[in-house]
Every structure is written in structure tokens, then in C-alpha cells.
């Protein structure tokens, strides 16, 4: 019966997903749904495309083993960023009019800090979409009781997932991720109330943790505990704002204040359910203290899907698994999208193929998401670091490279090219060389490069411009309409199937 849940529940959503894409007509309705989406499915989609596999396999299994501690990066750094996204960067960014948020660094400063910019962004992506692939072939391989072999889950999950957004591009993601929200807030409700009756209660749980040391938050020792929870923190806090999928929701609203809201309570959220996932995990390990202690050791991130198939009845099952499609489904297309619109846009269009037509421009953002989508396969495939560890990897190459010469462009009017392109070299070669050396465990590497971004910064902002004429200095509202032409620039003329951008 489990099996023929999910089979089934995978044609709906690809059948929603194909439905979406006859809203699809031009580059504008793929990438940002037309400027169009409401506030409930702007909010829908910002929590669903983070509640993925890292919340319910990942950061379950990392709070088990290391304690609230353990998982300042998500979702403390996580929720924070879309709060923090909402409430200072999305109404500045949504009046800009742009395509991606790697049209920002080529309007704000020049094509050089935009193709640096990009490329990271891009980059940033292999982790994350990898970790939500695994998650697919984790997911089909548990489920078909090891019938379907985890690197065949990869595969199978990847195609369909990959299906319905090439058609479909960001109307599919949102509408899917308006009924997965659904599907994921009500299913892990009603398991945490099922399994709370087999713990004695939350409060039970609840007691357990803390007497264990488990909801121990903030680090009790010296600088040398508190400068790397501060770096994790910040990781995923501030990495994780110049990135695609989070610009993508907000200039898909159907307004500024649309925008706004939508991200707040997106994330607000998803703070407060990545707590479910944690509460299950740590439940299992009273449920049964043998078999995962054991499945500690080996694969935490098991703990959770193990509890569900050998504790529960299969009414039960079928809700948590569910749930747990949604949530990776959800997050793997909104990932897989916006790398792709990105490349597209900021790379292609402006470095190789300069005249796209919008048909042309639509036809390469498909094409661009079938090759990221075999990238991150491959990468999948062979990694062997875990779900959490693959997503909070991923937001560090942003943050010393990409976040200060957003956050400088946005809020400091003497942030100039030369200061943008040397905040990117001192970010990206000082974190890259403490990679390379034996990395501190005191001061993470990512930490160094995003100090080493800001000095940059502010040093070619203040020193003579020493590569052209500095940026004009003029006011933020002539600034932002007489730059605002990207995304104007792939929309034909008005048609009856076009919608209007608010």
C-alpha cells in the first residue's frame, strides 16, 4: 500500500505540475510566474522550498547527535535569512524589476562583478540540489524496503522532478508548493501527535532533552566555542540572501508588500516547524534506545524514516512519507530552477548569446535545467557527505563573495565597482587558502573571507578608482527606474495570455 502511495502521489504532482505550465508563455511566466503569485502561495513557496531533506532527515539527525547546538546553522541561520530578506532587502530589490538577483550586481556596479557574482551562485546550488537528490534516493530506497536501490532513487526521483519543472518552470513550483505545504504542515502534526502518545507525552520528550544537554543553546565556554557557532550562524544567515530561489520569491509576488510579507512569514514558519522533525527523532531514541543508538553510529539520518516503518501502522506511514516527498520535492525543483534562470541569464545571455528572442531565451533556461540537472546528479551520486553538512557547505562561497557587495550596493551609496571586485577577490581567495591549509577550529574559513570582503569593500570604495569612471552618485528613486530594464527586456508585447507586472 506504501509503495502505491507513492507512485500515485508522484503522478499527481507531476499532473499539477504540467497543469501549471499552461501558464507558461513567455520567460518571465518560467522564471518568476509572471510577477503574479498572492500572498498565501508567496508564503507557501518561500516555506516549502527550505522545509527539504535537510530539515526532516538532516537537521533531525544533527540535533540527536549534537544538541540545539548542533544546529544554529539550520534553522536558526536559515530562518533568520528569510526574515532578514523580508525585511531589508525585498522591497529595494522587488522596485528594481530584474530578472535574477545576478541582474543586480551588473546594474548596481558592472558585468565583471555580475559574472563573478553568477558563477558563485551557481556553484552554491551543486550542494544543496545534491543533498535533496540523495534525500529522493533515500526515500525510494526505504520505502521499497531496498526493492529500488539508492542510486536508482536518485535517478528516478531527479527525472520527475526535473519533468514537471521544465514545463512548468516557477508557476509549477509554486502551485505544488502551495498543496506540499499543505500536505507537510498537516502530515507532521499528526505524526508528532501519534508518536507523543508512545513517549508519554511532549512534555516527556521535552524533559528528556534538556536533562540530556540537548537544549542547550548558546556555547559555555570561551571564544574558541563561540567564534565557530558565530560562523555557522552567520553561514547560512547571511550566504544564503544573494541566492536565486530566495530573489526568485520575492520578485514573483504580486506586489512590494506582498513580497515583504510573504518572506517573513515564510520563514517564521519554517522555524517553527523545523522543530517537529527534531521532536520525531529524538523520540525514536526513547521508543526504541537499542536500535537507533545503534543507527546513530551507522546513519543518523535513517533514525527517522526507521521509526515511522517499524512503529507505526501504515496509515501513519503513508502521511509521514508524504509529507516527506513534499517537502524534498518541493525544495529539489525550486533549486533546480533557479541556478538554471541564473546561468541563463547572467551568463549566457550576456556572455555568449547576446540577441536571444524570448522563445529562444525560455527554450535555453529549459535546456540549461536538464544540464544542472545531471550535474548535481553526478555529484549526488558520488558524495559522501551528509544531507546536512552538503546544505550548510553550500552558502559559503556566497557569503564572501557574493552578500557584502549586495548588502554595501543596497545601503552604501559610495560602494563602487573597484570596492565590489575587490570584495569578491580578498572574500574568495582568503577563504580558499584557508581551505586549503589546515583549516582553524576556531576561525571557519567562511568567517575569514566574508571579514576580508567587507575590508575589501570599503577600502577600493574609499581609495581612488583605479579601473574607470566611478559609479554616479544619483538618488535611489532615479537610480532603480533608469537601471530597471532587464526583465523588461525578455517580455514581448502585451498579448492576452501575458500578465501584467504590478
Not at 22 to 44: E, I, W
Request: with cysteine.
Amino acid at each position: 500500500m506504501l509503495v502505491w502511495f507513492v507512485i500515485l502521489y508522484l503522478l499527481v504532482s507531476i499532473g499539477i505540475g504540467l497543469y501549471a505550465a499552461t501558464r507558461v508563455h513567455s520567460a518571465k511566466d518560467f522564471a518568476v510566474a509572471g510577477r503574479h503569485l498572492p500572498l498565501p502561495v508567496v508564503t507557501a513557496t518561500v516555506f516549502a522550498t527550505w522545509f527539504g531533506a535537510e530539515t526532516v532527515l538532516g537537521i533531525s539527525a544533527t540535533f540527536v547527535k549534537e544538541g540545539m547546538g548542533g544546529v544554529v546553522a539550520d534553522p536558526f541561520g536559515a530562518s533568520l535569512c528569510l526574515i532578514l530578506a523580508g525585511l531589508f532587502f525585498a522591497n529595494k530589490l522587488y522596485r528594481m524589476n530584474l530578472l535574477t538577483i545576478g541582474d543586480f550586481y551588473r546594474v548596481r556596479y558592472n558585468k565583471a562583478v555580475e559574472l563573478i557574482a553568477a558563477v558563485c551562485i551557481v556553484i552554491s546550488y551543486l550542494g544543496w540540489v545534491s543533498a535533496q537528490i540523495m534525500a529522493l534516493g533515500l526515500v525510494f530506497n526505504v520505502v521499497s524496503d531496498g526493492g529500488v536501490s539508492r542510486e536508482a532513487g536518485m535517478v528516478i526521483g531527479a527525472l520527475i522532478v526535473l519533468t514537471y519543472t521544465t514545463f512548468g518552470g516557477m508557476w509549477s513550483v509554486a502551485l505544488l508548493d502551495f498543496v506540499q505545504m499543505t500536505v507537510i504542515m498537516c502530515g507532521m502534526l499528526f505524526i508528532a501527535w501519534f508518536v507523543s502518545g508512545m513517549t508519554g507525552g511532549v512534555g516527556a520528550v521535552v524533559s528528556h532533552a534538556q536533562a540530556a544537554g540537548k537544549l542547550d543553546f548558546f556555547p559555555r565556554g570561551d571564544y574558541t566555542q563561540w567564534v565557530p557557532f558565530i560562523g555557522a550562524w552567520l553561514t547560512m544567515m547571511l550566504g544564503s540572501i544573494p541566492q536565486q530561489d530566495v530573489f526568485q520569491r520575492i520578485t514573483a509576488a504580486k506586489n512590494e508588500k506582498t513580497a515583504v510579507r510573504g518572506s517573513v512569514l515564510g520563514g517564521s514558519l519554517y522555524f517553527a516547524f523545523a522543530f517537529v522533525p527534531m521532536f520525531l527523532a529524538y523520540s525514536a531514541t526513547l521508543v526504541d534506545p537499542k536500535l537507533f543508538g545503534d543507527l546513530l553510529e551507522q546513519d543518523s539520518q535513517l533514525v527517522l524514516p526507521t521509526l515511522i516503518l517499524e512503529h507505526t501502522p501504515v496509515f501513519a506511514q503513508v502521511i509521514f512519507f508524504g509529507a516527506l516527498l513534499s517537502a524534498i520535492m518541493s525544495c529539489s525543483s525550486a533549486t533546480l530552477l533557479a541556478p538554471s534562470v541564473a546561468f541563463t541569464e547572467n551568463i549566457l545571455k550576456h556572455f555568449m548569446f547576446k540577441n536571444m528572442t524570448d522563445h529562444q531565451f525560455l527554450r535555453a533556461m529549459r535546456i540549461t535545467l536538464w544540464g544542472f540537472g545531471a550535474v548535481v546528479l553526478t555529484v549526488a551520486l558520488n558524495s559522501q557527505l551528509s544531507i546536512f553538512k552538503m546544505v550548510e557547505n553550500a552558502y559559503k562561497i556566497t557569503l564572501v563573495a557574493a552578500f557584502v557587495p549586495l548588502a554595501f550596493g543596497l545601503y552604501w551609496k559610495r560602494a563602487n565597482t573597484q570596492g565590489a571586485l575587490l570584495a569578491m577577490l580578498f572574500g574568495l581567495s582568503s577563504w580558499a587558502l584557508c581551505e586549503a591549509l589546515e583549516p582553524s577550529e576556531v576561525w571557519p574559513p567562511q568567517l575569514i573571507g566574508l571579514l576580508m570582503s567587507m575590508v575589501g569593500m570599503v577600502a577600493g570604495s574609499v581609495l581612488p578608482n583605479l579601473i574607470g569612471k566611478p559609479l554616479p552618485q544619483e538618488p535611489e528613486h532615479a537610480y532603480l527606474h533608469h537601471h530597471a530594464a532587464s526583465l523588461t527586456d525578455h517580455v514581448p508585447a502585451p498579448h492576452h495570455h501575458s500578465h501584467s507586472v504590478d
